[in-house]
């Protein structure tokens, strides 16, 4: 958890959230959710993440959504890390969904 910590930190991602999930699910004991101010931050984020997840643990690290990097999903096995733009964040709110309040509030997007 340190080394996702330590990327997401040097990356300047925002409004990090670690959530707990080792009672509440089996698919995953940590959930970390971050957000980006762009999509280029999102991708480069998801690279540094993904490579240093696998030469930490040397298993494969599934990445989605790289594509529009509007959501980018990062299965690392006991963490799962979800990289959001700020409205896209908002939109789905994972953390209302784990029982958390957000831990700041976020702005309504820009028309």
Known sequence: ?????GILDD???????????SRKSSFADTLVIATGRNQRQI???AARLQQGLKAATGLPVAVE?????????????DIVVHL???????FYNLEKMWG?????PQPHPQA
Do not use: H, Y
Not at 1 to 5: A, D, I, K, P, S
Not at 11 to 21: H, Q, S
Not at 100 to 104: F, H, L, R, V
């Open 84 to 90: 959001f733009r700020p409205e896209v964040r908002e």
């Open 100 to 104: 958390m309040a957000p831990a700041t």
């Open 43 to 45: 991708a480069a984020l």
């Open 11 to 21: 990356g300047k991602a925002e409004d990090v959230v670690v959530i707990d999930l």
């Open 65 to 77: 959504g790289l594509r529009s990097c509007d959501w980018v999903l990062i299965d690392a096995g």
């Open 1 to 5: 958890m340190e080394l996702t910590r």
